[in-house]
């Protein structure tokens, strides 16, 4: 079972522009939402997390936002730059704390010059 | 240099051998934890260790054993292997089992023949 959902599968924006993706999850006990970034050839990175007690988390560009009710969350990206392209995968885990990680599919993100 | 060492980079088995996969890390960290990335599925939570002592499992074969013979170390026994299990198996650890943040070896990629 699909627990976590993440679109689009690819996305292609212009160097400067917004990206945006997206993901929903099913369960309402997740309590913690981690966005991951991977290179070809590398391992998954944190890149910023959030918490359900709030609905907004910056970190420089990157910036998430977080829907409670509707269960979904979404990452942008500001002034996208060629080298953020990469395939990012968000997360979920519950309460209680175990790093039982839930991720998505994952987006692949191309960023054009 | 790398603080999560995973080896080998590359594993070739034949159906129905045995092989482990060694991950060692240097981030003092008390969690260590094993996920799997196949072609089509998402990253996947196998196992979780705190302490040397086996927190989660999320992996339904018994053909998966995780061995912690130091705190450091969490390598991955895989018997009777199947062409299914081809992925690339993800060490990971962090400072202690609870939502904080997961650091990813580089990566051990199984092709199983």
């Known amino acids: 079972q699909q627990q976590v959902r993440q679109s689009p599968q690819s996305l292609t924006v212009w160097e400067g522009e917004t990206a945006i993706l997206n993901c929903s999850y099913e369960d309402s006990t997740f309590d913690y939402f981690p966005w991951y970034h991977q290179f070809p050839g590398e391992s998954p990175a944190l890149l910023i997390a959030?918490?359900?007690?709030?609905n907004k988390k910056e970190d420089g560009r990157f910036t998430i936002f977080f829907n409670k009710r509707e269960k979904k969350f979404s990452l942008h990206i500001a002034d996208s730059q060629p080298g953020d392209s990469a395939t990012y995968f968000c997360?979920?885990?519950?309460?209680?704390?175990?790093?039982?990680?839930?991720f998505g599919q994952g987006t692949v993100l191309s960023v054009i010059p | 240099d790398p603080k999560i060492i995973q080896k080998p980079k590359y594993l070739v088995a034949v159906t129905g051998s045995e092989k482990i996969l060694i991950c060692e890390q240097y981030l003092g960290h008390n969690a260590m934890y094993w996920y799997r990335q196949s072609a089509k599925k998402p990253l996947e939570f196998m196992f979780s260790?705190?302490?040397?002592?086996?927190?989660d499992n999320q992996t339904a074969s018994s053909r998966f054993q995780p061995q912690s013979s130091k705190k450091n170390h969490l390598d991955l026994q895989i018997t009777a292997l199947k062409p299914d299990d081809s992925a690339t198996y993800f060490c990971a650890s962090s400072q202690e089992r609870g939502q904080n943040t997961l650091y990813f070896g580089a990566g051990t990629r199984l092709s199983v023949l």
């Open positions: 959030i918490r359900p007690v709030s």
């Open positions: 260790y705190s302490y040397q002592k086996l927190m």
């Open positions: 997360a979920a885990s519950g309460a209680g704390g175990n790093n039982k990680l839930t």
